[in-house]
């Protein structure tokens, strides 16, 4: 297994455009997280996935943020509208929570950079 | 509400001796901690964890502590490599839930 796999790695959208973001998260891995990092800060939480159920949704995410994992797999994470504010890191990670073990990977990130 | 904490943005250390970096958090619901590190435009490297029920948790020259009462986490590295020059993350997690990360310490390791 090659670990978290995101596609694109970079991604440069003008203002109002759509953008969709897939991850292939590690393969026996049940839950798989979204984040965004800007610079200076910590990845910041926007959602995660149990299997295909979207168990959390950040309260900050805009509406414009819409996050899938039709078949417990992959996902694919969509930004309507782009903004320059949405320039960032969006960073994917897949975990498989384990009695006391508990470790999350990530995966390259893809870079978004609104014009 | 910044949950986890980061106090010290940045440290420096010489190669061959300890590196101590710390964490802070405050929702004493978190039971599961984690330390990842990262290099410019590259996603986090899982490093190592720990669960509340430990004190303790060692992987080669990484060792994580942990105090509950003070509610305070550390990340030994020993010894220092100028490999290891990077940003460190400390997050938490309650029951495997979504990770909150702090705001990383920037680790310079020198010859």
């Known amino acids: 297994d090659t670990g978290v796999s995101q596609d694109p790695r970079h991604k440069i959208t003008k203002r109002g455009q759509n953008v969709t973001f897939r991850c292939d998260p590690i393969?026996?891995?049940?839950?798989l997280y979204w984040y965004r990092q800007t610079l200076g800060q910590g990845p910041e939480f926007l959602t995660y996935?149990?299997?295909?159920?979207?168990?959390?949704k950040s309260r900050l995410l805009s509406d414009r943020f819409s996050a899938e994992r039709p078949k417990g797999s992959f996902s694919t994470l969509e930004i309507q509208r782009t903004e320059q504010g949405d320039s960032a890191m969006y960073l994917c990670?897949?975990?498989?929570?384990?009695?006391?073990?508990?470790?999350?990977?990530f995966g390259q990130g893809t870079r978004l950079t609104v014009v | 509400d910044q949950q986890v904490k980061q106090n010290s943005p940045s440290l420096s250390v010489q190669e061959g001796r300890i590196s101590i970096l710390n964490c802070d958090y405050t929702?004493?619901?978190?039971?599961?901690f984690l330390w990842y590190k990262k290099y410019p435009a590259e996603g986090p490297t899982f490093l190592i964890s720990i669960s509340s029920i430990k004190d303790k948790n060692e992987d080669g020259r990484f060792t994580v502590f942990l105090n509950k009462s003070a509610k305070h986490l550390s990340l030994h590295i020993v010894p220092s490599q100028p490999g290891d020059s990077a940003v460190y993350f400390c997050a938490a997690s309650v029951n495997t839930d979504k990770l909150i990360f702090g705001t990383g310490t920037r680790l310079q390791v020198f010859p």
């Open positions: 990670a897949s975990s498989l929570p384990l009695g006391q073990e508990f470790e999350a990977f």
């Open positions: 929702n004493s619901m978190f039971d599961y």
């Open positions: 393969s026996e891995h049940n839950r």
């Open positions: 996935f149990q299997n295909e159920a979207q168990l959390e």
